[in-house]
């Protein structure tokens, strides 16, 4: 990961009614270990409550876990992020995402999908680019 001026700030989290968070908590522990800053969710979150969240934290990224079809959700969330002029925020998702879902999210602006398997390194990786990109992104709004 390159260096940051800021450590990255990643909202972690799980929407609609999925309760199943096995797999966040791993990730969360995965992504404090590296040196992120991460503010961590319990289940069941509403849209509104996480972008309000995403705001108020100043989040890099949004690491959102689905293991049922709450994935289905995210483009609403994306829509609302960008409402609330968040759209610097990356999005990315984890879990179960059948492949053909992958491009509707892909079009909503979700920055990737990481299937069950996918390594803690590339996970790691990944969240480390997006969090340097908001950032680039965030500092390009100010100026």
Known sequence: MTELAN???VLVTKI????????SRLVAAFLRDAGMEVI??????????????????DVDVIGVSSLSTDHRLIPKMMDALRTRGLAHVKVIVGGI???????????????????????????????????????????????
């Open 16 to 23: 609609g009614l999925d309760g199943h968070d096995r797999g």
């Open 40 to 57: 961590y969710t319990p289940p069941w979150q509403q849209i509104d409550h996480v972008v309000r969240l995403a705001e108020e934290e």
């Open 7 to 9: 450590p990255p700030r």
């Open 97 to 143: 995402v059948p492949d053909e879902d992958v491009e509707e999210l892909t079009n909503a602006g979700v920055s990737a999908v990481y299937h069950p398997g996918s390594g803690r390194e590339d996970i790691v990786a990944g969240v480390g680019r997006f969090a340097q990109d908001a950032q680039a992104e965030k500092e390009g709004e100010m100026a």
